[in-house]
């Protein structure tokens, strides 16, 4: 069971601005990457689902994150069948993200009431999206189908959509910039944010610093919000 309710789990996307996204098959460094997100300010944290038993790290990391980092939310990423958003919200998902939009996965996460983000390339897919419920819908892959001018091109004629890109996103002014002047509520972001050079040289303190920047840059970007 999730522990967060959905109501919760967007509105921190939202208020934070960013989303990060990590994997890793050693539950060690999912749970030093979890307190650097905390050390760095950041409230969530998107743990994909890219490896063969990646659902009993993540189940391991949520018992973790339940006890060390109580207000951490913590949800699941890559997942693109309802059977998988089903066994990682009976871990304790508290929202699922997919690089493709899936009705049947819409469907299971609403059942649970658990915030669902799926990846849209097309303003008719983040139509689809928001006709199934989902609140934030994931541009994905968001440099490809076209980076800040596609945002801008769909909150023409739908200001009511709210986009989240990931993939083509920087942890630089520039890149932030870009997407939170066309109209984004949130980024999601990877390995340009949580490095593998961090990673590989066990600098969980860098990488809290490195997350306290972004958080910072998008804070100013956005005007304090």
């Not at 460094?29 to 905390?38: D, E, F, I, L, R």
């Not at 009705?103 to 915030?115: F, L």
């Not at 990877?190 to 040289?201: D, H, P, R, Y």
Request: net charge neutral; aromatic share 6%; charged share 15%.
């Amino acid at each position: 069971m999730a522990r967060f309710k959905r109501l919760q789990v967007l509105n921190t996307m939202v208020e934070t601005g960013l989303v990060p996204v990590f994997y890793s098959p050693e539950l060690e460094v999912a749970k030093a990457v979890a307190g650097s997100c905390v050390a760095g300010g950041c409230p969530i944290l998107e743990f994909t689902n890219r490896g063969d038993h990646a659902w009993e790290v993540f189940s391991a990391l949520e018992k973790h994150c339940a006890k060390a980092h109580p207000h951490l939310v913590l949800g699941v990423g890559s997942v693109v069948d309802p059977g998988t958003a089903s066994l990682y919200i009976n871990c304790g998902a508290s929202f699922v993200v997919g690089p493709v939009l899936n009705a049947d996965v819409a469907r299971a996460c609403n059942r649970r009431k658990v915030a669902y983000a799926p990846g849209c390339g097309s303003a008719s897919e983040v139509s689809q999206a928001e006709e199934l419920g989902c609140e934030i819908v994931k541009v994905f892959p968001g440099e490809s189908v076209g980076g800040p001018t596609f945002v801008k091109s769909v909150l023409g004629p739908c200001p009511w959509s709210s986009l989240m890109p990931t993939g083509g996103v920087d942890a630089t002014a520039e890149s932030l910039k870009a997407w939170f002047g066309a109209g984004v509520v949130c980024v999601g972001m990877g390995s340009n944010l949580i490095t593998q050079s961090l990673i590989k040289a066990g600098d969980y303190k860098g990488l809290a610093a490195k997350i306290a920047e972004t958080m910072a840059l998008i804070n100013s970007i956005r005007g304090g919000k």
